[in-house]
């Protein structure tokens, strides 16, 4: 997605949380009120592969024909292989999550943040001994902490969800962390990505949101 199309729907989610009736100050210094965004995610991947080969197979066939008259054996062919994109586009629809997303303040960020400095402590890299010889000071390198990392996604997808739908229409709108932690580990990768994605354009379509209505907020008698 171009980064033209990346800001529409930045814009978009703002100007929806700004409409007449929608917008109040209140909600939105206790972290309400904020941009929304849904994303759907499939997870039946061996569907997604199936239709991926399917189309391949389709197109193979296609070129196959250029200026020639296909033969019953190819319209055979043709026909099982539409048959089974079909298949494979049911099979994905139905494995539809429509996961629906809230902005959040930057201080309910920082505190997922802190949750996790708290349970996985920053610490640094052992000082290089050549630099005090040479009398240089030596520059504290902080540790990478996969734990940390991972932990902090967690709460920020805990503090962002706010319901999943299925393809049936049924809903969920209660999330315990244990349930975030299942749905990390579990979730297909392409699902993953979608949710990060979304989470990282609902920041800035808050910082954006924060701006224009502190911006409105101060500018009224």
Known sequence: MSEENDYEEIREAVDQAKEPGVFNILEVLQGRGYPTHTVDIYLNESAIYDLSVQRGNLEDLDKSLVKK???????????????????????????????FLKGITEGRRDEAYRQAVKKYPIEHEA???????????????????????????????????????????????????????????????????KVNEGIEKLRASTALFDIETNEDFLAKP
């Open 69 to 99: 008259a296909e033969t019953e054996k190819q319209k055979n062919e043709r026909e099982k292989i539409e048959a089974a994109i079909k298949q494979a586009e049911s099979e994905i629809i139905s494995s539809r999550l429509s996961v």
């Open 127 to 193: 000082p290089n001994p050549m630099s005090g010889l040479l009398g240089k000071q030596s520059e504290r390198v902080e540790k990478e902490s996969p734990q940390r990392d991972t932990l902090f996604t967690d709460l920020l997808w805990q503090e962002h969800i706010v319901k999943i739908v299925d393809s049936d229409g049924n809903e969920q709108l209660e999330f315990a962390y244990s349930t975030i932690r299942t749905m990390r580990e579990s979730f297909p990768l392409n699902a993953m990505v």
